[in-house]
C-alpha cells in the first residue's frame, strides 16, 4: 500500500490554493456534492487553503481564477468524461483523476469494453443499440444474438442510471422504446447474475496498488440505481469473502484495465463474479465517490489507509502529474 503522505511535504504550486469541484449538472450531482464536502472537510482539517467550487454555478469560471490545484470530487457526464479535464488543460490547472483521453475513454462503456478486452480481461458478450432501427426488430435481435435476460444500459452514463434487465423480447422492446426519448446512446449486454465486486486502485509513483476487493450484496435483482440510494437495500462486505485467486485475478485486472485505458492517480473497477467465481470486468470509474463512508474509502480503510491518508494521497498524484498528458 501506499504510504500515507505528510501533507506538510506537498509542495502546491502558487498561493497553495486548492480547488474542490464538485456539485456539476449530471444526475450524480447529489452523490458528487457528498464527496466534495467530505474532501473540502478533510483538506481543511489538515491546514490545507482549500474551496469548495460547485461548477454548475453561473460564476464557475471567474471562481476557478486563482486555483492552484483541482481536486475533482465529483462524477458524471460533463464531469468524468473528459470535459472538465479539457478545460483544466486549457487553463494549467493541475487536477486528480484522469486525463481528457482516458476520462472520455473510460465513461464511453461500449469503446471501454473493447479497449480493456483488447488486453486479456474478460468482458460479458454485448452489442450496440442502432437508434435508427425498429424496436421491436432491435429486441428479436439482441434476444437472438445474446440470450435472455439482457441488461440494456446508456453509453455514457455512471452510478447504474437507467439500467434495467430485460427478461423478455417484449420487455427489452418496451425498455429500448422508453430509454431511447432521452437521446442517449444505448447498448445491450448479456446478463450474468452474480457477485457485484469492486476493487479500486492507486498510484505509487510508476506502480500500481490495489486496494481490498469489496462486495455489495443488494436486496434486489442487482445493484441499481435505487438501490445505490437505499443504504437499507445493500450491505458492503471488505475484504470481499472470495477465494484467494478470484481475488488476486480481480486486482490485476483492476491494475490492468486502470492502465489499458490510460488512467492516472487512482480509478475504481467494478466486476460481477459468478457462482463459479468466473471473473468479467464491468466497467472502470475515473472519478469513484469519495464520501467517507463510500466504496473507496471502505476499501482504503482496509488496507490500514485511514480518510485524510487517502485523500492527500490523490492530492499528491495531481502534483505528479500536472504536465500535458492526452
Avoid at 212 to 241: I, Q, V, W
Amino acid at each position: 500500500m501506499p504510504f500515507p503522505i505528510d501533507a506538510a511535504l506537498l509542495d502546491l504550486p502558487g498561493s497553495g490554493r486548492i480547488g474542490v469541484l464538485t456539485g456539476g449538472s449530471s444526475r450524480e450531482r447529489a452523490r458528487s456534492l457528498l464527496s466534495g464536502e467530505a474532501v473540502h472537510a478533510s483538506l481543511t482539517r489538515q491546514g490545507f487553503f482549500a474551496v469548495l467550487i460547485d461548477t454548475a454555478v453561473p460564476n464557475f469560471l471567474d471562481r476557478l481564477r486563482g486555483v492552484d490545484v483541482a481536486f475533482l470530487a465529483i462524477a458524471g457526464q460533463y464531469a468524468e468524461d473528459g470535459k472538465l479535464q479539457g478545460l483544466l488543460e486549457h487553463r494549467r490547472i493541475p487536477y486528480t483523476g484522469s486525463g481528457v483521453l482516458a476520462s472520455a475513454l473510460a465513461m464511453h462503456k461500449t469503446a471501454a469494453k473493447r479497449t480493456v478486452s483488447a488486453h486479456g480481461v474478460n468482458v460479458l458478450p454485448g452489442h450496440d443499440i442502432d437508434d435508427r432501427e425498429p424496436t421491436e426488430l432491435t429486441a428479436k435481435s439482441l434476444a437472438d444474438s445474446l440470450n435472455l435476460p439482457i441488461m440494456i444500459k446508456p453509453v455514457s452514463e455512471g452510478g447504474s442510471i437507467d439500467m434495467h434487465v430485460g427478461h423478455t423480447e417484449h420487455d427489452l422492446a418496451g425498455l429500448i422504446e422508453e430509454l431511447r426519448t432521452s437521446g442517449q446512446a444505448l447498448f445491450a449486454e448479456q446478463y450474468c447474475p452474480g457477485r457485484s465486486v469492486t476493487l479500486g486502485v492507486l498510484a505509487d509513483g510508476d506502480d500500481l496498488q490495489a486496494l481490498p476487493a469489496l462486495e455489495t450484496r443488494p436486496t434486489g435483482e442487482f445493484y441499481d440505481y435505487p438501490t445505490k440510494n437505499n443504504l437499507a437495500m445493500f450491505s458492503n462486505h471488505c475484504p470481499a469473502d472470495l477465494p484467494a485467486s478470484t481475488t488476486a485475478l480481480i486486482s490485476e485486472w483492476a491494475k490492468d484495465a486502470h492502465r489499458a485505458l490510460g488512467c492516472s492517480g487512482y480509478s475504481r473497477s467494478d466486476f460481477i463474479v459468478t457462482d463459479h467465481n468466473e471473473v468479467f470486468w464491468l466497467e472502470t470509474n475515473t472519478l469513484p465517490g469519495l464520501s467517507t463512508t463510500g466504496n473507496m474509502a471502505t476499501m482504503a480503510k482496509a488496507a490500514g489507509l485511514d480518510y485524510d491518508a487517502l485523500i492527500t494521497h490523490i492530492l499528491s498524484t495531481a502534483l505528479t502529474n500536472h504536465g500535458y498528458r492526452p
